[in-house]
Nanobody
Framework: QVQLVESGGGLVQAGASLRLSCAAS????????MGWFRQAPGKDLQFVAA????????TYADSVKGRFTISRGNGQNTMYLQMNSLKPEDTAVYYC???????????????????WGQGTQVTVSS
């Protein structure tokens, strides 16, 4: 079955960096976009970033633009989120997601991603 597994979360101080990883198995996602979402306590799931099947196209939420970088690994079944200059408001559970549809524009809505990981906690202290 399809499985997405996130790793790399942790507790850091404001201004620090973290790199999240997402490993996909069970099918090949090399032809499809993938994305990152996050959910802070008491808040709705929020889009963070998405990347095209070949890594050539990316899109980011305004709140992370310039600080976070999404990328894909060799073989395209892995994805990363490099998070720099972390802020307390970045504290959330981070989820990776995989699309199964070729779209004209990268998906940014939760409903457009059929595959999800279990999440990894990122906590940024002030």
């Amino acid at each position: 079955q399809v499985q997405l597994v996130e790793s790399g979360g942790g507790l850091v101080q404001a201004g620090a960096s973290l790199r999240l990883s997402c490993a996909a198995s069970g099918r090949t996602f090399g032809s499809y976009p993938m994305g990152w979402f996050r959910q802070a306590p008491g808040k709705d799931l929020q889009f963070v970033a998405a990347i095209s099947w070949n890594g050539a196209i990316t899109t980011y939420a305004d709140s992370v633009k310039g600080r976070f970088t999404i990328s894909r690994g060799n073989g395209q079944n892995t994805m990363y989120l490099q998070m720099n200059s972390l802020k307390p408001e970045d504290t959330a559970v981070y989820y990776c997601a995989a699309d199964n549809t070729v779209r004209a524009v990268l998906a940014t809505r939760q409903s457009e991603y059929p595959y999800w990981g279990q999440g990894t906690q990122v906590t940024v202290s002030s």
